[in-house]
């Protein structure tokens, strides 16, 4: 944590997949709803699930789902339990053939060396973990003593299985490589090739790649059907135009994410104006397949209005140093401000393009000049009469 404290500079958000990010206890209330959180949680409470039994089905993964520590206390559960119920089998064997009180030399009991409960739970550790002190062992004068011993070895390598395959997938979950995968914290619209483009600038700090990596960028907004249907969480695609020309990307160095606003987009109608009354998020989601261990991962984050800086865009990071290519992480989420149209790309599409746009803009701020220099000059000869 201090290593990645020291790393990580405050201009961009380090994404987060934990099941419960710690907030601050005293924080602003948020000005708008968001589907999902910028450390990459959905910001949704499930309320009202009759059918709980549904997650009993499927213990094994309600494990992996569980805190670290509800999953240490069942682990550590799990052992005791069966070694507590196995003791107890062990010390009615014992007790029912005569193994606690035997004097007589010549008597064989079920198990050596059985004389009390604690004994009996001893014995049931030994056997269940296969340590094997040589003090107690099972005889050959009871058939359920070896039955029992059978069924307590299978016990136990079933809860092992379970227990430890529990572990090994909690501390390799896919969501620990995803805290090295990192998202701009703003995202930005201004022109790129005479086009209004919607980018976000995504990284990876780590050196080992993620295989396949694809990006997907969606729409949430609330909608209303022509039938009168309110759609509170409306999900839409949107098209990308990345640097290698789909989805798929080669995450080497940071690269930028650009969304052509056209009129397929469902960012076509909206202003620099309208953006910041319209309850508008985009979710941005990273998918890939992690190099070293194989596993699928995915990173999310999302842009609310407030966040989508209009008229801005974003700063080089790589330069060119001693035949390598190096990257400033500094300069991760810095913007610059660009001459960009604060109007909605349909109309600059109704005024004939970006290019035609300018031209008009440059007309009118040349007349405006001009009438700005007339009106300074009748104003400095009426003070010379």
């Avoid at 035997?102 to 050596?112: A, G, I, K, M, S």
């Avoid at 919607?198 to 790649?209: A, N, T, Y």
């Avoid at 005024?351 to 405006?368: D, H, P, Q, S």
Wanted: hydrophobic share 45%.
């Amino acid at each position: 944590m201090l290593s990645r404290k020291g790393l990580i500079p405050e201009d961009y958000l380090l994404t987060r997949l934990a099941e419960n990010v710690q907030q601050p206890k005293f924080k602003a209330k948020p000005k708008k709803a968001r589907f999902v959180a910028k450390n990459g949680t959905c910001n949704v409470a499930h309320t009202n699930i009759r059918e709980q039994g549904r997650f009993l089905q499927d213990v094994f993964t309600t494990l992996v789902d569980l805190k670290w520590l509800h999953t240490l206390i069942i682990f550590t559960m799990s052992f005791l339990c069966s070694w507590l119920l196995f003791g107890m089998i062990w010390w009615l064997i014992a007790f029912a053939h005569g193994d606690l009180h035997y004097t007589d030399e010549e008597f064989v009991p079920c198990v050596t060396n059985i004389h009390s409960f604690s004994s009996a739970f001893l014995f049931s550790i030994e056997v269940q973990v296969t340590i094997g002190f040589g003090g107690r062992m099972v005889t050959e004068e009871c058939v359920s003593a070896i039955i029992v011993l059978i069924i307590q070895n299978i016990v136990g390598l079933l809860i092992n299985a379970i227990m430890l395959g529990c572990i090994f997938m909690k501390t390799a979950q896919a969501n620990r490589r995803a805290e090295t995968l990192i998202f701009s914290k703003h995202a930005v619209i201004s022109v790129r090739n005479n086009k209004l483009c919607f980018m976000i600038r995504i990284g990876d700090l780590r050196k080992s790649m993620i295989i396949s990596a694809t990006v997907r960028l969606q729409v949430v907004r609330s909608t209303s059907t022509q039938e009168g249907d309110v759609v509170p969480l409306d999900q839409v695609d949107i098209h990308m135009d990345n640097p290698v020309g789909t989805n798929g990307i080669f995450l080497v160095s940071p690269l930028i994410i650009c969304h052509v606003i056209d009129k397929d987009s469902p960012l076509y109608s909206l202003s620099a104006f309208d953006l910041q009354h319209e309850n508008v998020e985009v979710v941005a989601v990273l998918e890939g397949v992690v190099e070293t261990t194989g596993i699928t991962m995915q990173a999310r984050t999302s842009y609310v209005s407030e966040e989508i800086l209009w008229g801005q865009r974003f700063v080089p990071t790589v330069s060119e140093e001693d035949g390598m290519y190096a990257v400033d992480y500094s300069k991760f989420g810095n913007t610059m401000k660009v001459p960009t149209p604060s109007c909605s790309a349909k109309k600059l599409d109704d005024v004939g393009g970006i290019a035609r746009f300018k031209l008009n803009e440059g007309v009118t701020l040349r007349a405006t000049v001009r009438r700005r220099r007339a009106s300074a000059a009748s104003r400095k000869s009426r003070m010379e009469m």
